[in-house]
């Protein structure tokens, strides 16, 4: 377990410091989204009802498809555990917003207040208790998103929950 650990740090840090091999290509990025979904869903617990609203006419990104992956997984992941165990909602939506993907990840968890949304991208930031995580994961996402020229936002109400939105540009490729 400790080794997985290690393995899973060493692989943030490394894509947090951008020092990571990035492979962008064209993909059809509801793929993406949907086979991340597919694994995350036997992790999420029973209490979370799970909504997906995924629109496979979306189009094409230019990315790396592991970093995506990376994305949705994290979002999902930090969204459940928001949740603590209580009953709640997680609502995956990808849609096209003039010439960009737009994902967006909502939980019904305890929300953030304004002090923690503006850190909660900075690296090592953590609301989590000792040993339950790294603080990485959400820099980790916004690195990758400006990596691929899109940009993060967050919306967040105490006690009402938070929404993540990721905008990632289209591409129009020439047939």
Known sequence: KAAERAIKLVS?????????KQEKIPIE????VKEALKLLISSIPPSVKFNRFIDENIGTV???PNHIHRVVMNLCTNSWQAMEGKEGELTVTLS???????????????????????????PYFTTGKPG????LGLSVVHGIV?????????E??????TTFHVHLPLVHLKT
């Not at 339950?132 to 603080?135: D, I, L």
């Not at 400006?146 to 967050?154: D, Q, Y």
Request: cysteine-free; overall charge negative; hydrophobic content about 30%.
């Open 146 to 154: 400006t990596s691929h020229n899109g940009k993060i936002e967050v």
């Open 12 to 20: 943030q840090i490394l894509t947090f410091s951008r020092q990571d």
């Open 156 to 161: 967040s109400t105490l006690g009402k929950g």
């Open 96 to 122: 096209a917003e003039n010439e960009f993907a737009k994902l967006s990840v909502r939980d019904t968890g305890h929300g953030m207040d304004e002090t923690t949304m503006e850190r909660v991208f900075e």
């Open 132 to 135: 339950e995580g790294t603080g």
């Open 29 to 32: 990025i509801h793929v993406i």
């Open 62 to 64: 230019l990315a790396d």
